[in-house]
């Protein structure tokens, strides 16, 4: 672990500065009402969500539908590979068919002079006795072909391990070469991996001594705060025990009226009072209270008189209410009365109209027509 002291180092104060604009900002855009949303928008969240769903859902479809096709072009190409594979068999057996019944050696011109009964090729001359234009053995045929084709193995097979040889070495060198480029490269990954751990002890070291540091800086504050603290309590504890040691808590009455002289007394040492100011206080008390007492039965005489006042006008009102009601009585009984009356009159009269109606006479006074034929 590294040991850093950095009192007033730029970087630690750049970086601080940097802290203090980042919180600046993040509370500037936290605190500003106008870009704050309370609450949630349910029904938003909830439609994203199905958009997101309807969009996965679509894009599984359509990477079904490219499977699907996918898997249809590969069956149709490995189906044209194996049709196009047994058309060549086909056609190789066909062409091996052909030669097989049609281009035999023992149907050819010189077959009774080249083969024997069996099939096989047979020389009966010599090969020195045959001529530029005999035609009869042609180049790898005749004496000797099986000796040259065993050299020509031979050098085949010189040939291709000299190849084999000449491929193994260029392999292994570039085999050799990119062990040797991987090992570069791991030296160079070792070397960036061993940088990176040695910034991030850097910066462990300088967070560390920066947390130090703000740790001083939070004690030195606490412990001048403490310290204003308590000179602000010994202040105040100076100015209350002076308070109360002071003229005016002790009330000490020959310190005041010295103070003043002339018989008066300084207010802010003493505020007691003397016998003869007490006695003038009681006087005053109990003619107080006297004039308080008279005051009261003055009161409650005169609520007493306006009690019975409001009693008897209370009585004086239902007896007004009893005489309306009568009134009211007598006046809808002689209401009654004359209704029955009228009503009276009124059904005498009908029953007198009706009789005359049923006899089919007019009445006297009266011209009355009755139509029969409309009944």
Request: hydrophobic fraction near 30%; proline fraction near 2%.
């Amino acid at each position: 672990m590294y040991k850093v002291d950095l009192p007033v180092d730029q970087s630690i104060e750049k970086a601080v500065e940097r802290r203090r604009s980042a919180e600046k900002v993040r509370k500037a855009r936290i605190f500003n009402t106008r870009l704050r949303v309370m609450g949630l928008d349910l029904d938003t969240l909830n439609q994203q969500v199905e958009e997101k769903k309807h969009q996965q859902n679509m894009d599984r479809q359509r990477d079904i539908a490219f499977d699907t096709l996918r898997t249809y072009h590969d069956d149709l190409l490995l189906q044209q590979d194996i049709d196009e594979i047994e058309k060549r068999n086909a056609l190789h057996m066909d062409l091996t068919q052909y030669w097989a019944t049609h281009q035999r050696v023992e149907d050819s011109r010189d077959a009774d002079l080249n083969c024997n009964p069996n099939g096989a090729l047979s020389i009966t001359v010599p090969e020195a006795k045959l001529g530029p234009a005999s035609m009869q053995i042609f180049q790898g045929e005749g004496f000797g072909a099986e000796q040259m084709k065993r050299e020509q193995m031979k050098n085949t097979e010189r040939d291709l391990r000299a190849q084999k040889e000449d491929n193994e070495r260029r392999h292994m060198g570039i085999k050799h070469r990119d062990l040797l480029a991987s090992k570069e490269l791991m030296h160079q990954d070792l070397k960036k991996v061993q940088q990176a751990a040695l910034e991030e002890e850097y910066k462990i070291a300088t967070r560390i001594a920066l947390d130090n540091y703000n740790q001083a800086l939070a004690a030195e504050q606490a412990q001048k705060l403490k310290e204003q603290q308590r000179r602000e309590e010994q202040e105040n504890l100076a100015e209350v025990w002076h308070t109360l040691m002071s003229d005016m808590m002790t009330e000490c009455a020959e310190a005041a009226e010295g103070a003043a002289g002339g018989g008066r007394v300084v207010t802010d040492r003493w505020k007691g009072m003397s016998p003869e100011q007490l006695s003038a206080i009681q006087k005053e008390r109990e003619a107080q209270c006297l004039q308080r007492q008279k005051q009261r039965d003055a009161e409650r005489i005169q609520e007493a008189a306006w009690n019975f006042h409001l009693l008897k006008l209370s009585k004086e009102e239902e007896e007004e209410d009893m005489r309306a009601a009568k009134q009211r009585r007598e006046r809808r009984i002689q209401m009654d009365q004359y209704n029955m009356q009228l009503a009276g009159e009124q059904q005498a009269y009908q029953e007198y109209l009706n009789k005359d109606l049923y006899t089919n006479k007019p009445t006297k006074g009266y011209f009355c027509q009755f139509n029969t034929t409309s009944r």
